[in-house]
């Protein structure tokens, strides 16, 4: 078992500026990369809302990040965590592929995925015209004419957002009504860019080396047909990355690990910061404010936990010397 101060679990942005900053701080981290190595920003085409970064690909900016935190001392474990054993307190077990690891404290990271629709063509043009973030990927459709996918408030929000750049934001949802809030459907409603398609599913997505059309079928009249595109945006609902931590992390409906403003877990000596605990904003920019957040309190939770350690051990040796002295 390889004992280490703070164990990050997650490699995104979250993670990784909690590794900047753990480093910093001579904790001497471990990030356990994950699956997908970044997190989500790695699927993210270019980035041009974080402040400071004037332009680059998700994955250029994750290098980064990870070079930054590496040359003050972060180490990453391209592993993935198997299991986490929080019930006995600090120090905590993390079993990955390949190694076991025992944490004075966690920090989680572990972020949310996009849900995917599953069709054909959808993994195949990931990046090439199906996107999942418009907030990232809006500017690139100016005047182009894009379909968005989803009747919740991710979808009519970004629909909104993506009516700035795009010449038509058409609207395909497979019921007759939104379930968005009735202001922001109201919204949506009144903008002359918006068009909606009830009751209508995407069976397949369809290009050449970029997104050209969606195949629909009318779930009512059983019709399919093409319909042709630029960019095809999926708002189905996230899904925060948190199997590792049910029943063991304090969790919302949804099913977000619960933080408070110092990021601590229901757990002691367990933080967490991103999308693991974060159902709304969603932003490289909000991540890396909780990744600092997050890493701030993991240093001052393990400076306490020293002093008082410390002042223990001083009174356990004094009442020893004491009891030593009465004895003679
Ligand atoms: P939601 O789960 O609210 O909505 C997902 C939408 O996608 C639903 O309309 C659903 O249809 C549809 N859908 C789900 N699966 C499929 C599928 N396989 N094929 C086609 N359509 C599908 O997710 P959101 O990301 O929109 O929101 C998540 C949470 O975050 C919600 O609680 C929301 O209120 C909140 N949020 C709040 C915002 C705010 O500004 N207040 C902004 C963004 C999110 P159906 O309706 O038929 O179930």
Known sequence: MQHEKVVIIGSGPAGLTAALYTARAQLNPVVIAGP????????????????????GSGPDLIEIMKNQAEKFGARI???????????????????TGNNEYSADALIVTSGASPRLLEVPGESEFTGRGVSYCGTCDGFFFRNKKVVVIGGGDSAVKEGLFLTRFATNVDLIHRRDSLRAEKTQQDRAFENPKMNFTWDTVVEEIKGDNKVNAVKLRNLKTGESYEYPTEGVFIFIGHDPNNSLFTGKLAMDEHGYVITDKFMRTSVEGVFAAGEIQDPLWKQVATSVGQGTAAAMSTEQWLAKRESVEKVAEHVKAEVAAEAEAQAK
């Open 36 to 55: 997908q190595f970044g997190g989500q920003v790695s699927l993210t085409h270019e980035i041009e809302n974080y402040p400071g970064f004037t332009g």
């Open 77 to 95: 474990d391209m592993d993935i965590v198997l299991e986490v054993d929080l019930e006995h307190g600090s120090p905590f077990r993390v079993k």
